[in-house]
């Protein structure tokens, strides 16, 4: 397996990152990849002391980047300077390659959200989370093959905060080098090498010198045993004289500053106890929290593998690695407490030397091999899997609109089909602007990316997290950018056979034609909700027939939810539809004017929102009629305000002049309602013979099918049972399983 590990931290470095750094490609190396690290190298850190870069007995290449920029002295603005000016470098390394057959494993979020979006194998290796701008934070690591942390407290974390599911989350701990520990020197002896005071215990802290860490707990504590010595070791320069000052007066401190890391287990092995005093409180919150939580300090498994009994605060961070059994446990922030332990530490032999010995026997377990070998199998696993998953795209527009017609339930309800039986494959939701009700959806293998608004909103795709195919509820696609494998799937073309009223709505009509045929075209393959809106985009748009599949919607079962009382008439025609031009109210007002003069007893109730001129005249039509009395507009209503009014229905009448997919009639037939409709566009394919059908342009012919239905019983009947077994061929999840069939064709 070939590694490129990335990291954007500076060396040589005096911190714990390039320990962390360099063991991790050491012993990835060690176990079998070929690794090359890319790591920064700046002309002011040339001549600074601390951990190397660069593998000292070859395992692994490293390869410098030098940015010609270094803008660390313009403070928060040149530190983003250089995280940028290091992306590009890192997209154009020879080491990275096109060919997308090395993994790489990062510390540094950017790179690695840019390498993601090129189609790499990216993991991350997150040591920490951010204080600000988390939702950007999270769109960038979610997209990555896998995320490595070094605690379980940070499982958590991730899944909460960022949305990563729990499959895409490696623990790997930090470790030890044994080989730094293969020694067997007498403790005597290592005080005198290391230049320490020999008459008196030793507690020893190793470590940053911040307040996060406890020192100046520690240093509290210090003051109730004047016999003992306080040995500091570590910290940057700037940190020790501020320390040293602080307690210049405290003749038992020590201070040592900064030692090279494999004179620390000299170190450790002299002292008499080691001292882990991490603290809940620091000036900065983020560190309290990480101190508390997350934390995985490299000197925490030293000390362990030392054999020096281990005094240390009992914290979540703390517990996941030392308990009563391995350590003396005591409560954090306590200057008071931690001085008990140390007093336990040093008078209690027997228990000092069991729970050194039991940690010395933990420590095999947190070895950096050990860590390498955790990381090698997770990438093995998930690289592997990958393979044989599909990131799946949905762009989930028009959604959230207050009233949802036809086509924003059509499009929630097959991708909550989709996702009620597909658990394996990796779901993206991608929305205009944020949901103002929380989405449900069934599974845990989908997340929302909120694409933003404005006219060119989707061309906010590419910079997105990638999926391997798009899937589009509308033929509108990125103006652009062009995603290569996408579905457009196209309901109806209305506006083509509906003459514009003015100028403006005619300019509006030809622009949409265009850009609908250009997504049409550029889309890899089509499906059409109908046989009719199939036959429209050959006509229209000159598409040929085998790039296009027809796949009927499913409907909603509206009748088994519970209703909610309306007031409504005994007998009456039923209408469900927005008040437009398409829908042809005005001839089913007509019709029914026409019916009622020898039929008095009937009502006709309309169902549905509707403004404008049209909504307007329909109204206006109905008011002026003899039959106004029994001509009901009820507006927009509820699905449970309209499962009540389709159980009461005597006949539902629906003469549609366009329809890509009528779900009304499949509605009205699954609650066992006669059912009169059109024969144009898809309504023969979606009421077949369960309907009457008749020509929507002929109002008499509409009024006499309402005759015909009403006074033959038979035909009731027969309609009704017909109907009950034609919707049986449609469902939502037959629509999402064809629709899964042809994701699937497209992405192999």
Known sequence: MKIVYITNARFPTRKAYGINVVKTCEALAHAGAEVTLLAPSYRRDKLNDGISCFSADNT?????????????????????????????????????GKTKEKIILTRDELSGWALTL??????????????????????????????????????????????????????????????????????????????????????????GLYDWKGIFVLAEASALFPDLHFVFIGGMPWDVLSFTKKYSERRNIIIRGYEPHNKIPLYLRAADVLVLPNSRVSKDKIFSAHSEADTSPIKLFEYM??????????????????????????????????????????????????VSEQALLESKNYTWRKRAETILCFMVKRVSEKKEYMRIGIVLHPY???????????????TRSLLSFDEKNEY???????????????????????????????????????????????PRTPFLSHQKKSIVIAHDFAYRYLQADTLRQWAINTILSWYQGRSLRRARHIIAVSEATKKDI???????????????????????????????PEKFFLFVGVLKQRKNVENAIKAFIQFHTQNRDYHLVIVGSGEGEYARKSKYLAGQS???????????????????????????????????????????????????????????????????????LDVNEISSAMEKLIHNPGLQKNCILMGKEYVAKFSWEKAARQIHAIIASLYD
Request: hydrophobic fraction near 45%; proline fraction near 6%.
């Open 428 to 474: 993206i939701i991608f929305l205009k602007h944020a949901p103002r009700e929380k989405l449900r959806f069934p599974g845990n293998n989908w997340r929302i990316e909120i694409l933003g608004g404005g006219v060119f909103w989707l061309d906010a795709l590419p910079r997105a997290q990638k999926a391997d195919v798009y899937i589009f509820n509308t």
């Open 400 to 414: 959230d609109e207050e009233r949802p017609a036809g086509l924003g339930r059509s499009i929630l309800e097959i």
């Open 60 to 96: 692994f290449t490293t390869h410098s980047i030098a940015p010609y920029i270094d803008a660390v002295v313009l403070g928060w603005f040149g530190f983003w300077i250089n995280r940028v000016v290091f992306v590009a470098h890192i997209l154009c390394a020879k080491e990275i």
């Open 305 to 354: 593998a030392s054999g020096t009994p281990i005094v240390a605060s009992d914290l979540p961070s703390i517990r996941e690695i030392l308990n009563k059994k391995n350590a003396i446990l005591v409560k954090p922030d306590d200057a008071v407490a931690l001085g008990s332990g140390i007093t336990v530490a040093l008078q209690n032999r027997a228990l000092s030397h069991t």
């Open 626 to 696: 003899a039959a106004a009395a029994h001509i009901h507009f009820l507006g927009f209503l509820t699905d449970n305000e309209l499962a009540y009014v389709y159980k009461r229905a005597t006949v539902f009448l629906f003469p549609s002049l366009i329809e890509g997919f009528g779900f009304p009639v499949l509605e009205a037939m699954d609650c066992g309602i006669p059912v009169i409709t059109s024969k144009t566009f898809s309504l023969p394919e979606v009421g077949g013979d369960a309907a009457l059908l008749i020509n929507p």
């Open 538 to 568: 050959i006509a229209f748009y000159g598409i040929r027939s085998e790039k296009i599949s027809v796949v009927y919607q499913g409907f909603s079962h509206i009748c088994d939810l519970s209703g909610k009382p309306v007031p409504l």
């Open 118 to 207: 090129l189609g790499h194998d990216v993991f991350y290796d997150l040591h920490g989370f951010p204080a600000h701008k988390k939702w950007l934070w999270a769109r960038i690591v979610r997209g990555m093959t896998g995320i490595i942390v070094t605690s379980h407290s940070k499982i958590d974390r991730c899944t909460h905060l960022l949305g990563i599911s729990r499959e895409k989350i490696a623990v790997a701990p930090n470790g030890f080098d044994p080989a730094l520990f293969d020694f067997d020197t007498e403790k005597s002896v290592l005080k005198e090498k290391l230049d320490l005071p020999k008459d008196k215990h030793i507690i020893m802290y190793t470590g």
